[in-house]
């Protein structure tokens, strides 16, 4: 299976800090930036461990691995990158530690409508989104909008 030593990646102890990541607190999220990034290198070597090619395992696979398990990132695919580039934030074209700040501060400085939004699914749903896969919703969707 494919996905096994990467499931067994994402339960070590060293990654707990990252489920449910604090998006309020810059210290933590400071401090667990290079974590995030390490876990994305430790992802792709093992996917390239499993495939044994380098081919189709992209940084986009990867993000989308980590907002669908621990999500503390979110996916960079083509729409959420384009989403960025509209909204200004810096760098968009791929995933790095600054790229993830800047979404981190946009979420920052607008936490009030997202709660909001969060709540509003919650109540609708029953389902608690997590702040990341709103954030991953927010720009991918502004990304698919203009594409369409």
Not at 7 to 17: C, D, F, G, M, V
Not at 38 to 51: A, G, M, S
Not at 64 to 73: A, N, R, S, W
Not at 85 to 99: A, V
Request: with cysteine.
């Amino acid at each position: 299976m494919i996905h096994k030593p990467i499931i067994k990646e994402l339960l070590r102890p060293r990654y707990h800090t990252l489920w449910n990541l604090n998006l309020t607190n810059r210290n933590i999220i400071i401090r667990n930036v290079d974590l995030i990034i390490e876990l994305l290198d430790i992802l792709k070597n093992l996917y390239v461990e499993q495939i044994d090619t380098e081919q189709g395992v992209t940084n986009t696979l990867i993000t989308k691995v980590i907002l669908g398990t621990v999500c503390c990132t979110p996916a960079y695919d083509r729409y959420f990158k384009e989403g960025l580039r509209i909204q200004g934030i810096h760098p968009h074209s791929d995933f790095s530690g600054n790229s993830l700040m800047s979404v981190i501060e946009f979420y920052q400085a607008n936490r009030p409508e997202f709660e909001s939004v969060k709540r509003d699914i919650q109540i609708l749903s029953h389902i608690s989104y997590p702040s990341m896969k709103l954030i991953d919703m927010y720009f991918w969707k502004i990304g698919r909008d203009i594409d369409n």
